[in-house]
């Protein structure tokens, strides 16, 4: 009588593959934690750069100025429409941004309260009275998710130009991305 062989798994095997996987979970476990938490401060300064790139397109395209608020938690952009029948000014907002859980957003020193963009794209100091005197220097913005591990920088040249750097890092040709 010919023996037969059985198929699949032993006990045994099944169990050393289920350890095996629990070691590897546990290791990887901190890291995706992390990972998180920089994948969502990546993407609240995405967020923002988009938002500061879509108030100075939106300032060309209409040849007004739009303004840029930024607050702890997220932005705004709007502009101000003037009704003549009336003479009366009505601020109107063109876009913003969701509130973001855990993501704190800082002015750098020297950053105005409002942001502004003039009709050529250039950015303008809205914090006071019209007519905006331009930014006298690069103005920036800091963007950290609580418990992350790094941080982002926006910077918005006086010429309306958007940068995202990591201010832990210095510039270099060996680091593009840093600040």
């Known amino acids: 009588m010919p023996m037969s062989r059985s198929r699949g798994f032993s006990l045994i095997e099944l169990m050393v593959v289920i350890a095996i996987a629990a070691i590897l979970t546990m290791v990887a476990l901190p890291g995706v934690g992390d990972w998180l938490q920089n994948s969502k401060m990546r993407s609240a300064a995405d967020s923002m750069a988009n938002g500061l790139r879509f108030a100075q397109a939106e300032a060309v395209r209409l040849s007004r100025q739009t303004t840029f ?3 702890s938690t997220g932005w705004t952009v709007s502009y101000v429409q003037v009704v003549a029948a009336a003479d009366t000014a009505i601020p109107l907002t063109l876009q913003s941004s969701p509130s973001v859980q855990n993501v704190t957003i800082t002015k750098g020193s020297g950053t105005p309260a409002v942001l502004a963009f003039n009709s050529l794209g250039r950015a303008l100091d809205a914090s006071g009275a019209a007519p905006f005197p331009a930014i006298p220097g690069d103005v920036s913005y800091d963007i ?9 920088r926006l910077i918005v040249s006086p010429a309306g130009k958007v940068r995202m750097c990591d201010p832990d890092k210095s510039f270099s040709t060996t680091n593009p991305d840093g600040c």
């Open 69 to 71: 608020l930024a607050t």
């Open 144 to 152: 950290t998710a609580t418990g992350a591990p790094r941080r982002m």
